[in-house]
């Protein structure tokens, strides 16, 4: 059984396109996390949602925006993509503060 | 403002090695610590926690790290290292009762035959 999955795993597009990342969480957990790993492989939080709540909104272009339509779902829309966008991004989930559990991980290509 | 520093990037030990991967936090309250790896082209995956009680803990695949509020450290031990724990191995903290994790920059364990 798959924890937290994500789709798709790769995603190539054009600059300026607006593409979608979708997480989906069977835990059962009540807290979701969007996370950016650079070509570095340096990690940042970028949101997270409890209850379908943002509960944190790091520094990120407002072209970000997750949404979470119920508590097994939180989905990362990206508007006018940039080449700087160009990252693996990370689902993760936990029990309020307890241990998080990553997905398997989205690498977006910008061209 | 909690941060996460890990010395060296890369690390090379020999099959059977001990492996030593270091890692200092710098937090205003107690921290929670953790060990993440990730091998390549997978996410993360927890290989330990430190959140309370005794400083000494164990994670899976044989590796283990001790807590240490004296010298700031969390370093991650390993007796003797297998070719399957070559990947890149993530410590993070966050702040007790809070989920922020905060990772440091992550080092690249690489082992030899």
């Known amino acids: 059984d798959t924890a937290v999955s994500q789709t798709p795993k790769y995603l190539v597009t054009q600059m300026g396109n607006d593409k979608s990342i979708k997480c989906e969480q069977n835990?059962?957990?009540?807290?979701m996390y969007w996370y950016k790993q650079d070509s570095k492989k340096f990690l940042k939080i970028m949101f997270s949602?409890?209850?379908?709540?943002?509960?944190i909104n790091e520094t990120v272009p407002n072209r970000f925006s997750p949404k979470s339509p119920d508590k097994a779902h939180l989905n990362l829309h990206i508007n006018s993509l940039e080449l700087g966008d160009s990252a693996v991004y990370f689902c993760?989930?936990?029990?309020?503060?307890?241990?998080?559990?990553f997905g398997p991980g989205t690498r977006l290509t910008v061209l | 403002a909690q941060s996460v520093t890990q010395l060296g990037s890369h690390v090379s030990v020999s099959e059977g090695a001990l492996v030593l991967l270091r890692c200092n936090y710098s937090?205003?309250?107690?921290?929670?610590l953790f060990w993440y790896v990730q091998y390549p082209n997978q996410g993360l995956q927890l290989l330990l926690k430190?959140?309370?009680?005794?400083?000494l803990v164990k994670g899976i695949n044989g590796f283990e790290a001790e807590f240490k509020k004296s010298e700031t450290s969390f370093h991650l031990t390993k007796p003797s290292a297998h070719m399957s724990d070559a990947a890149e191995y993530f410590c993070?903290?966050?702040?007790?009762?809070?989920?922020?994790?905060?990772f440091g920059k992550g080092t690249m364990l690489l082992v030899s035959p």
């Open positions: 993760a989930s936990s029990r309020s503060t307890d241990t998080q559990y």
């Open positions: 993070a903290v966050s702040e007790r009762g809070y989920s922020t994790l905060t």
């Open positions: 937090s205003s309250v107690p921290p929670y």
């Open positions: 430190y959140t309370t009680g005794a400083t």
């Open positions: 835990l059962g957990h009540d807290t």
């Open positions: 949602y409890n209850n379908k709540e943002l509960i």
